[in-house]
C-alpha cells in the first residue's frame, strides 16, 4: 500500500498547527494567515525528510529541519506580540506533532 503524502500533509500541517495553537494560545489568531503557509512548510520538510531518509546523512537532516523551524520561527517573530521563547516553544510543539503524523505514515507501508 502506498502512502497518500497528499492527505499526509494535510494531516501533518493541521496537527503542527494545532500543536502550536497550545503554546500560541490568541496569538495564533494574530499569524494565522503567514504561520499557516509557513506550518505547511514546515510539513513539507518533514515529508521530504522521510521519503529520502535513506539518502540523506544525519547532517543533511538536522540541516533541513533546522533551517526550517528557524523560518518558521522568523514568521512568528515578525509580529510584535510574539517572543523569540514563545516562537521556540511554538515551533518545537508543532515539529513534534507534524513528526508523529509523518512517521505513523512511513510506518504503515512496512
Known sequence: M???????????A???IAA???VLHTELA????AAKAAFGALAQTAIEIE?????FSPSDIKLLE???????QNVLLGYQDIGIVV????VAAAWDAI???????AKTVI
Open 99 to 105: 513528526m508523529a503524523v509523518v512517521t505513523t505514515a
Open 30 to 33: 494574530i499569524v494565522a494567515p
Open 20 to 22: 502550536a495553537e497550545g
Open 2 to 12: 502506498a502512502i497518500d503524502w497528499g492527505a499526509t500533509l494535510k494531516l501533518a
Open 66 to 72: 533546522d533551517n526550517q523551524k528557524l523560518a518558521v
Open 14 to 16: 493541521t496537527s503542527g
Open 51 to 55: 521519503i529520502e531518509r535513506a539518502t
Open 87 to 90: 516562537a521556540e516553544a511554538a
